[in-house]
């Protein structure tokens, strides 16, 4: 099964800085899912990445805020821009366990505190 | 685009009872139904799955059960354990491993 290293794992950060979450699987997948869990509540799916293009974002999250990127099948980047404190959460990566099982494997997360 | 409702949003049960998780979907395409463990300060984990074409599965302790005609599905947990505690959240997703949509998810307490 796939292994997920995420970092950082936490974070404090200033309003109006950017931080970069990275996260490294050790084995190639299509598709890496990026998810915020704000405290207390369920997970939001951000957007998927897929290596070679463009990140596909959900409804409510755009690329200027986010940026991702997906330089091949192992590894990828989601940037938090221009924080606010309402941005702090967990941010955690995410792939399919296994081909066609449907299984979504998590990363640890990187829990982020903006003051 | 889907909504996934869950209910209870908290619920205690004395340890060695049954607890009972209720989610409903809106989206007829959603075909697969997974449920997640998140202990606290832990990543979400899945305890089981079920897809569009079977009406119940169980694992030991764990069942659950789908029906696609009210579109809900439920977990079940029986002879509950301390270790249970935890939160659980429902998903729906129109293919598997993409475009899920968690529930809110549901506070479990056993009390010992």
């Known amino acids: 099964s796939a292994v997920i290293s995420q970092k950082p794992s936490r974070d404090i950060c200033q309003r109006g800085t950017s931080l970069t979450i990275q996260c490294q699987v050790d084995?190639?997948?299509?598709?890496m899912f990026w998810y915020r869990q704000q405290p207390g509540q369920s997970l939001t799916l951000i957007a998927t990445?897929?290596?070679?293009?463009?990140?596909?974002?959900e409804s409510g999250f755009v690329i200027d805020k986010f940026p991702i990127s997906r330089p091949n099948l192992t590894f990828s980047t989601l940037t938090v821009s221009n924080m606010s404190p309402e941005d702090s959460s967990i941010y955690l990566c995410?792939?399919?366990?296994?081909?066609?099982?449907?299984?979504?494997?998590f990363g640890e997360g990187s829990r982020l505190t903006v003051l | 685009g889907e909504n996934v409702e869950q209910h209870p949003s908290t619920l205690s049960v004395q340890e060695g009872d049954s607890a009972v998780i209720k989610c409903t979907y809106s989206d007829s395409a959603s075909n697969y139904f997974p449920w997640y463990k998140q202990e606290l300060g832990k990543r979400p984990q899945l305890i089981i799955d079920?897809?569009?074409?079977?009406g119940e599965k169980k694992d030991q302790r764990i069942a659950v059960t789908l029906n696609k005609t009210a579109k809900h599905f439920s977990l079940h947990i029986t002879e509950t354990q301390p270790e249970d505690s935890a939160v659980y959240f429902c998903a729906a997703s129109p293919h598997y491993g993409q475009n899920f949509v968690f529930g809110p998810g549901t506070r479990l307490s056993v009390l010992p």
């Open positions: 995410s792939v399919e366990k296994g081909a066609d099982t449907g299984e979504l494997f």
């Open positions: 084995s190639q997948v299509t598709m």
């Open positions: 079920i897809r569009s074409n079977v």
């Open positions: 990445a897929n290596q070679g293009s463009e990140a596909t974002y």
